[in-house]
């Protein structure tokens, strides 16, 4: 009973604890309202509380010099308006160089600004929850905590907190705030026609996603350009996913017959491929198959096998399709001679009594039975390839150019996918940051639609114990 | 009888045949890497052009790698990556570890909401963020420095918890209640109990972030620019793409360069193997 009572002020919601001191909290309590910290050392915890006052007076003198300015015009309907450029100066008769504002800037600082007031606001809850807390202390006739109960906490009760902070602190930084920032550009007209520090950009409203899947016109046709590159992506994720797969699967059956000797030879023979970073087999690749590549040299044709632009560039989406599957069968492989060794053996003996073919077996058995256990993992190959940058990048860099198919402005090339594209907006010489987000996003979207699915699909197995 | 002897050929004929089929296709997956190496020993021609496959004045040798490591930055580049590799192989597992101890063993409010925004987060493109990255590190003045590559490589390593939280998930939770009852510490629950018990999948975290800087050139690519401070990824990357020529002088110091930064990564792998493979299955298990 008297541990419940004890438990009770823990036990109720950050919110509450709030609300409560507000309202009922001791006069220290209602001026840290104010002046943080000012409870903390009122009540005898002097670095606790002299943390908080240099908190409070850290981030005022931050709102002040840096950040407020930003805050202000991030929210005051355009990121900017003077442009940097040379003004007539009358008395002295010359042209002054004038330091405009940088629409850029002025939205990285102020997400990071916004930011740093969120963190502020947790800080200076946990300042009001603490005197709270410190007066229910007091009302009971307990002590204040010192600095050793607080650290005593951290270490058990509050031990996630001391786990997690860390980490959790790089993400914001290098994860969730560029993130915002980048959503944030899809809704500007950030550009090559609006480059800081020369020009400024500004809200645009949902006027890029209009582009992007609307847009009509000869510069902005973008709309027949994305529906091109999304069925590519698809395509691309299907076969790259099922060629592998099933590929994989069949070599493995091989290997695993009983007549087979030599089998950890012949499996050490493909894995040997894992071996070689990505991005060297890859561009060893690239140059084997180039125009003047020894592929050509050795069957005597001259055929551009990354960069042929004929029957819709056929050629090097067949060819990126097949340097996939050498990169990717070694992996199945792997992983799929484990789960090959544990089929039931009854399985097989009862098909064989049934006098079934070795390809019936192998489609009512082998690959249900497999399909059954590794559908989460080929989804998450699945939402991979879409998103299987390498590949496409180093063989064929999203190429060739056919623009007859795809709008100039677009940047969009043949054997693009989103992601390439992406890459591409951002990193031209003309970037188009605005769509590139707009495509990150969709890109976001499509992953999350089938993560989740997967997440749905992999519980759904988890309850079924048996294979039918 | 004859029942039985055609029955045995046709047998010997299919094993025959899954032989031939395997062969081939063993050959077909070797080629690529005997042609790496092939062109790495390459001397002639002493352009990096290949035009025949066997030149009559061809001559064998390590003039390449003589070349690699004395005309090129490339002695500097490993060091870079190593210097690179191993902080923020350090950091990431780490940070992975931590993560995945909280949500796997400690129970608090905020445990499946940071889970799921986790899981969101990780939805996004990852190089989506990249020029913003590049943008806030330049705001902290870091571009073109290895520190700012370690942040990168290792600062968003709390997405990535999720197979070692699997292999956390199957360690009963007893063990740590007993120690609790003994009056371990939280702390000291997780360093010394759970932890050791952990080592497959310390090694898989350790070889997995260990080799990611390796094989990244993206990030590299936007964030460093001097030659001086490019990892080796990069370094062999620009060696054949600096041109917009299809072949370059380069071709066969690439390919040498190739070998080396392939040695390494199998040396790594094949000294943890039996580690790795461990954790693998360990974790899997869960699903």
Same mark, same amino acid.
């Given at each position: 009973?008297?541990?419940?009572?004890?438990?009770?002020?823990?036990?109720?919601?950050? %919110?509450?604890?709030?609300?409560?001191?507000?309202?009922?909290?001791?006069?220290? =309590?209602?001026?840290?309202?104010?002046?943080?910290? !000012?409870?903390?050392?009122?009540?005898?915890?002097?670095?606790?509380?002299?943390?908080?006052?240099?908190?409070?007076?850290?981030?005022?003198?931050?709102?002040?010099?840096?950040?407020?300015?930003?805050?202000?015009?991030?929210?005051?309907?355009?990121?900017?308006?003077?442009?940097?450029?040379?003004?007539?100066?009358?008395? +002295?008769?010359?042209?002054?160089?004038?330091?405009?504002?940088?629409?850029?800037?002025?939205?990285?600082?102020?997400?990071?600004?916004?930011?740093?007031?969120?963190?502020?606001?947790?800080?200076?809850?946990?300042?009001?929850?603490?005197? !709270?807390?410190?007066?229910?202390?007091?009302?009971?006739?307990?002590?204040? #905590?010192?600095?050793?109960?607080?650290?005593?906490?951290?270490?058990?009760?509050?031990?996630?907190?001391?786990?997690?902070?860390?980490?959790?602190? *790089?993400?914001?930084?290098?994860?969730?705030?560029?993130?915002?920032?980048?959503?944030?550009?899809?809704?500007?007209? !950030?550009?090559?026609?609006?480059?800081?520090?020369?020009?400024?950009?500004?809200?645009?409203?949902? #006027?890029? %996603?209009?582009?992007?899947?609307?847009?009509?016109?000869?510069?902005?046709?973008?709309?027949?350009?994305?529906?091109?590159?999304?069925?590519?992506?698809?395509?691309?994720?299907?076969?790259?996913?099922?060629?592998?797969?099933?590929?994989?699967?069949?070599?493995?059956?091989?290997?695993?017959?009983?007549?087979?000797?030599?089998?950890?030879?012949? #499996? =050490?023979?493909?894995?040997?491929?894992?071996?070689?970073?990505? %991005?060297?087999?890859?561009?060893?690749?690239?140059?084997? +198959?180039?125009?003047?590549?020894?592929?050509?040299?050795?069957?005597?044709?001259?055929?551009?096998? +990354?960069?042929?632009?004929?029957?819709?560039?056929?050629?090097?989406?067949?060819?990126?399709? @097949?340097?996939?599957?050498?990169?990717?069968?070694?992996?199945?492989?792997?992983?799929?001679?484990?789960?090959?060794?544990?089929?039931?053996?009854?399985?097989?003996?009862?098909?064989?009594?049934?006098?079934?073919?070795?390809? #019936?077996?192998?489609?009512?058995?082998?690959?249900?039975?497999?399909?059954?256990?590794?559908?989460?993992? @080929?989804?998450?190959?699945?939402?991979?390839?879409?998103?299987?940058?390498?590949?496409?990048?180093?063989?064929?860099?999203?190429?060739?150019?056919?623009?007859?198919?795809? *709008?100039?402005?677009?940047?969009?090339?043949?054997?693009?996918?989103?992601?390439?594209?992406?890459?591409?907006?951002?990193?031209?010489?003309?970037?188009?940051?605005?769509?590139?987000?707009?495509?990150?996003?969709?890109?976001?979207?499509?992953?999350?639609?089938?993560?989740? %699915?997967?997440?749905?699909?992999?519980?759904?197995?988890?309850?079924?114990?048996?294979?039918? | 009888?004859?029942?039985?002897?055609?029955?045995?050929?046709?047998?010997?004929?299919?094993?025959?045949?899954?032989?031939?089929?395997?062969?081939?296709?063993?050959?077909?997956?070797?080629?690529?890497?005997?042609?790496?190496?092939?062109?790495?020993?390459?001397?002639?021609?002493?352009?990096?052009?290949?035009?025949?496959?066997?030149?009559?004045?061809?001559?064998?040798?390590?003039?390449?790698?003589?070349?690699?490591?004395?005309?090129?930055?490339?002695?500097?580049?490993?060091?870079?990556?190593?210097?690179?590799?191993?902080?923020?192989?350090?950091?990431?597992?780490?940070?992975?570890?931590?993560?995945?101890?909280?949500?796997?063993?400690?129970?608090?409010?905020?445990?499946?909401?940071?889970?799921?925004?986790?899981?969101?987060?990780?939805?996004?493109?990852?190089f989506m963020s990249m020029i913003a990255v590049y943008f806030i590190l330049k705001?902290?003045?870091?571009?073109?420095?290895?520190?700012?590559?370690?942040?990168?490589?290792?600062?968003?390593?709390?997405?990535?918890?999720?197979?070692?939280?699997?292999?956390?998930?199957?360690?009963?939770?007893?063990?740590? /209640?007993?120690?609790?009852?003994?009056?371990?510490?939280?702390?000291?629950?997780?360093?010394?109990i759970i932890l050791p018990l952990t080592k497959p999948i310390i090694v898989y975290?350790?070889?997995?972030?260990?080799?990611?800087?390796?094989?990244d050139f993206i990030f590299v690519n936007t964030i460093i620019s001097d030659r001086?401070?490019?990892?080796?990824?990069?370094?062999?990357?620009?060696?054949?793409?600096?041109?917009?020529?299809?072949?370059?002088?380069?071709?066969?110091?690439?390919?040498?360069?190739?070998?080396?930064?392939?040695?390494?990564?199998?040396?790594?792998?094949?000294?943890?193997?039996?580690?790795?493979? /461990?954790?693998?299955?360990?974790?899997?298990?869960?699903?």
């Amino acid at each position: 009973m008297e541990e419940n009572k004890v438990e009770k002020p823990i036990n109720e919601t950050t %919110f509450k604890k709030v609300r409560k001191a507000f309202t009922r909290g001791s006069l220290p =309590t209602k001026l840290s309202f104010i002046f943080m910290g !000012y409870g903390q050392i009122a009540r005898g915890q002097i670095v606790k509380g002299l943390l908080y006052v240099m908190a409070q007076t850290a981030f005022i003198l931050f709102l002040i010099f840096f950040g407020g300015k930003y805050i202000l015009q991030l929210f005051s309907g355009n990121l900017g308006t003077r442009v940097s450029g040379e003004i007539w100066n009358e008395q +002295l008769q010359i042209f002054e160089k004038v330091q405009g504002d940088n629409s850029f800037l002025i939205l990285l600082y102020g997400v990071v600004s916004l930011l740093l007031v969120l963190f502020f606001l947790l800080v200076w809850v946990s300042n009001v929850v603490g005197n !709270y807390e410190n007066d229910v202390a007091l009302a009971r006739g307990e002590h204040v #905590r010192s600095i050793k109960d607080d650290i005593e906490i951290l270490l058990n009760k509050k031990f996630h907190v001391l786990l997690l902070s860390l980490p959790f602190i *790089g993400l914001l930084v290098f994860t969730v705030m560029p993130l915002v920032f980048m959503v944030l550009l899809a809704f500007t007209n !950030y550009d090559y026609a609006h480059m800081p520090p020369g020009k400024l950009f500004g809200w645009v409203g949902f #006027r890029n %996603f209009i582009t992007l899947f609307a847009g009509t016109g000869a510069s902005s046709g973008f709309a027949l350009v994305f529906l091109r590159v999304l069925i590519w992506t698809f395509v691309w994720a299907f076969f790259a996913t099922f060629t592998n797969y099933l590929l994989g699967v069949l070599i493995a059956l091989l290997i695993q017959k009983k007549e087979i000797k030599w089998k950890s030879f012949w #499996r =050490t023979l493909f894995v040997l491929a894992i071996a070689i970073p990505q %991005f060297v087999t890859l561009l060893l690749m690239q140059k084997i +198959l180039d125009g003047d590549g020894i592929l050509n040299k050795l069957l005597g044709t001259n055929i551009l096998w +990354l960069a042929d632009q004929r029957y819709l560039s056929l050629i090097p989406r067949l060819m990126i399709i @097949l340097v996939n599957i050498w990169i990717g069968v070694p992996y199945t492989i792997l992983m799929s001679s484990g789960i090959l060794m544990n089929i039931p053996t009854d399985f097989y003996e009862a098909a064989k009594i049934d006098g079934a073919s070795a390809a #019936r077996i192998f489609t009512n058995i082998t690959l249900p039975y497999m399909l059954h256990i590794t559908t989460p993992y @080929l989804i998450t190959q699945f939402v991979g390839n879409i998103n299987n940058f390498n590949v496409i990048w180093l063989l064929t860099g999203g190429g060739p150019v056919d623009n007859v198919n795809y *709008g100039g402005a677009s940047k969009a090339q043949s054997t693009d996918l989103l992601v390439t594209w992406l890459y591409r907006l951002t990193t031209d010489q003309n970037p188009q940051f605005n769509i590139a987000s707009v495509i990150g996003i969709v890109i976001f979207v499509i992953s999350a639609v089938i993560s989740l %699915f997967t997440y749905n699909r992999s519980s759904a197995v988890k309850g079924e114990d048996t294979f039918q | 009888m004859i029942n039985v002897t055609l029955r045995k050929t046709r047998k010997l004929i299919s094993t025959f045949f899954s032989y031939v089929l395997l062969a081939t296709l063993g050959i077909l997956w070797v080629l690529p890497i005997v042609y790496l190496v092939y062109t790495a020993f390459r001397v002639t021609p002493s352009t990096g052009i290949i035009n025949t496959l066997i030149p009559t004045n061809l001559r064998l040798g390590f003039g390449n790698f003589q070349k690699l490591f004395q005309d090129t930055l490339f002695p500097r580049w490993l060091w870079n990556t190593f210097v690179v590799s191993i902080t923020s192989c350090a950091i990431t597992t780490l940070f992975i570890l931590v993560v995945s101890y909280a949500f796997s063993k400690l129970r608090f409010k905020l445990r499946k909401p940071l889970m799921n925004a986790l899981l969101v987060l990780g939805m996004f493109p990852g190089f989506m963020s990249m020029i913003a990255v590049y943008f806030i590190l330049k705001a902290m003045s870091l571009t073109n420095s290895l520190l700012a590559l370690i942040l990168v490589y290792s600062g968003s390593a709390g997405l990535s918890y999720y197979i070692c939280k699997g292999f956390f998930d199957t360690i009963p939770k007893s063990m740590g /209640e007993a120690a609790f009852l003994d009056g371990a510490s939280q702390p000291m629950v997780f360093w010394r109990i759970i932890l050791p018990l952990t080592k497959p999948i310390i090694v898989y975290t350790v070889l997995t972030s260990f080799i990611s800087p390796w094989c990244d050139f993206i990030f590299v690519n936007t964030i460093i620019s001097d030659r001086n401070l490019y990892t080796v990824s990069l370094g062999l990357y620009k060696m054949i793409n600096a041109e917009r020529s299809s072949f370059n002088d380069n071709f066969t110091v690439f390919c040498a360069g190739a070998m080396v930064v392939g040695g390494i990564i199998v040396s790594v792998f094949t000294s943890m193997q039996r580690y790795y493979v /461990e954790g693998v299955t360990g974790g899997a298990v869960k699903g």
